[in-house]
């Protein structure tokens, strides 16, 4: 019998601040009837600047005040920040679109903290091929105690220069990382660099808030890309199938504007063997670079406060929807 197809366009809303539409592809899907559809996804066409603009200082954008502010929030991030902002339930629908679908695959965690995305992936597969890294101590030490990962290769190292040869892993995923790196668009192509041919990158982060408040406290305090910046880095990068899926804890029913507890998962295939296509300068951020001391400080403890306000949101978001009745949004 031959399969019924049926076709339709989706065209991201203009609250996310889409700039015009240019086609990337077809995602297939099948509705409630079984019929597939091979829905066309329609992109923007954005222009991706490397600059911070003046209105977004970002204070917690370089590696060492991401260092030292989870030097702290590594104490209470299991316990403080995952139950708001990333859920198992986040994680495990997150993580689909990876493909983990044999224990053999070789996979890297890159920015994996405490190893809860590492969790994630660990239960499709084994143990010793997967690899967490991360650049804070404090946050691989919360992940060694982890006994369900045993037996994961530990090791500290940088996002934009991972410490690994070409063609090296089946899967890359990143998962809350990408707002800390000085230079996303480098990130983006290292991990299509140590993929092997046929290899998925997931790369799992915020978004851009429309909420006025929200946009204001994201934009001092770290990136929160737009949907269609993460997508046009990963083309850039070289990767094709670029697929982007929208996340959030299943308890929140309120509109996509608050930009952290309301994420993405976005995916790409490498198709050709080697480096990527896209060559880069050198890294915008020397860590070893002297910094002013008075400088660092006041941008530490103002980011440290702007974050402050999205240990509050999803408070008050989840208390919202215990109170308004659930056949009414919020």
């Known amino acids: 019998m031959k399969e019924m197809v049926s076709s339709s366009t989706f065209r991201a809303p203009g609250g996310l601040g889409f700039l015009g539409p240019s086609k990337i592809g077809l995602i ?6 079984g019929v597939r559809s091979r829905v066309k996804y329609i992109a923007p066409k954005c222009a991706v600047s490397s600059a911070r603009p003046a209105s977004q200082p970002r204070f917690i954008q370089h590696k060492k005040e991401a260092f030292w502010f989870y030097r702290f929030l590594s104490i209470v991030y299991d316990h403080v920040i995952n139950p708001g902002h990333w859920t198992e339930d986040m994680r495990d629908d997150a993580l689909e679109p990876a493909e983990l679908y044999h224990h053999g ?6 920015g994996g903290g405490t190893g809860f995305t590492t969790l994630g992936i660990v239960k499709h597969v084994d143990n010793e091929n997967v690899t967490l890294l991360d650049q804070s101590p404090h946050q691989l030490e919360k992940a060694r105690q982890k006994a369900a990962l045993n037996g994961v290769n530990i090791i500290e190292g940088d996002a934009e220069d991972l410490p690994y040869p070409t063609d090296t892993f089946d899967r890359y995923v990143s998962a809350g990382s990408i707002e800390y790196w000085p230079d996303p668009q480098r990130g983006i192509r290292e991990a299509y660099r140590v993929l092997k041919l046929g290899g998925v990158a ?15 406290f994201a934009d001092m305090w770290m990136l929160f890309p737009k949907e269609e910046e993460y997508i046009e880095w990963f083309q850039k990068a070289g990767f094709q199938d670029v697929k982007i899926k929208r996340i959030g804890p299943k308890w929140y029913r309120g509109v996509r504007r608050h930009g952290l507890i309301m994420g993405c998962s976005v995916t790409g295939v490498k198709r050709s063997s080697g480096d990527s296509p896209l060559q880069l300068g050198p890294k915008a951020e020397d860590v070893e670079k002297p910094v002013n001391p008075f400088t660092f400080i006041f941008r530490f403890v103002m980011g440290t406060i702007c974050a402050s306000y999205y240990v509050l949101v999803p408070i008050y978001m989840w208390m919202k929807d215990q109170i308004v009745p659930k056949d009414q949004p919020i």
Do not use: E, M, Q, Y
């Open 28 to 33: 297939p899907l099948r509705n409630r009837s």
């Open 105 to 110: 695959l070789k996979v890297v965690d890159v």
């Open 202 to 216: 997931c790369l799992i982060g915020p978004v851009h808030p429309t909420f006025w408040l929200s946009r204001f």
